[in-house]
């Protein structure tokens, strides 16, 4: 099992910047990629970034391409999420995830971090 859990989250104006934080514990080895999704008020969760843990290969949604930056950190054993340029539909539930060498999904989820962009 890995247990991921997300800080960093809270209010920022539009225009500005936050950086997320993911740290995961547990059998992390067994870790292939971790990710991070975004839940809005009465919508779907969606991906926003994810990193191969192994080899650091990135990969963005269109939304936030040229403006998130996933990164990791293997001896913390920690990703992060450093978001600029924020708008207020960024606004959202962060949700940090981990998906496993043997999966095909996201298996290990944490409990999500409020972001809030005020115009």
């Known amino acids: 099992q890995v247990q991921v859990v997300e800080s960093g989250g809270g209010l920022v104006q539009a225009g500005g910047s936050l950086r997320l934080s993911c740290a995961a514990s547990?059998?992390?080895?067994?870790?292939?990629?971790m990710g991070w999704f975004r839940q809005a008020p009465g919508k779907e969760r969606r991906f926003v970034a994810n990193?191969?843990?192994?080899?650091?290969?990135?990969y963005y949604a269109d939304s936030v391409k040229g403006r998130f930056t996933i990164s990791r950190d293997n001896a913390k054993n920690t990703i992060y999420l450093q978001m600029n340029s924020l708008k207020p539909e960024d606004t959202a539930v962060y949700y940090c995830a981990a998906q496993s060498k043997s999966s095909l999904t996201y298996d290990y989820w944490g409990q999500g971090t409020q972001v809030t962009v005020s115009s």
């Open positions: 990193i191969n843990w192994s080899i650091g290969s990135t």
């Open positions: 547990g059998r992390t080895f067994s870790t292939a990629r």
